[in-house]
C-alpha cells in the first residue's frame, strides 16, 4: 500500500510523501510518534502500520528514512 492509497489519511508532521502527510507527528520524539501508530480514537483502536509497507511510509514522514533508503529496505525486503 502507498502513502496516495490511504483514504482517510491522519493529518501532519514530518516530510511530505507524495504531498501528503500520512501520520500525526505530534509527539515531539520518534519514539512518541511510533507509540501514537495505535490510533484509539474510535470504538475499535486501528493499528496504522499494519504492514512492512506502512512502516517505512512512516519512518520516511519522520525523516528516519530517506527516501533511498526506503527504497532500499523495500527492494530486500521482496
Given at each position: ?19 501528503k502527510?500520512v501520520?500525526e ?9 511510533f ?7 474510535g470504538a ?6 499494519p504492514d ?14 530517506s527516501?533511498?533508503?526506503r ?8
Amino acid at each position: 500500500m502507498k502513502v496516495s492509497d490511504v483514504p482517510d489519511a491522519v493529518r501532519f508532521g514530518g516530510r511530505e510523501i507524495d504531498g501528503k502527510f500520512v501520520f500525526e507527528l505530534t509527539g515531539g520524539n520518534p519514539a512518541l510518534d511510533f507509540v501514537n501508530t495505535l490510533d484509539e480514537r474510535g470504538a475499535e483502536p486501528r493499528e496504522l502500520l499494519p504492514d512492512y509497507d506502512r512502516l517505512l511510509d512512516w519512518g520516511e514522514q519522520a525523516g528516519l528514512l530517506s527516501a533511498t533508503a526506503r527504497t532500499k529496505l523495500h527492494r530486500a525486503a521482496k
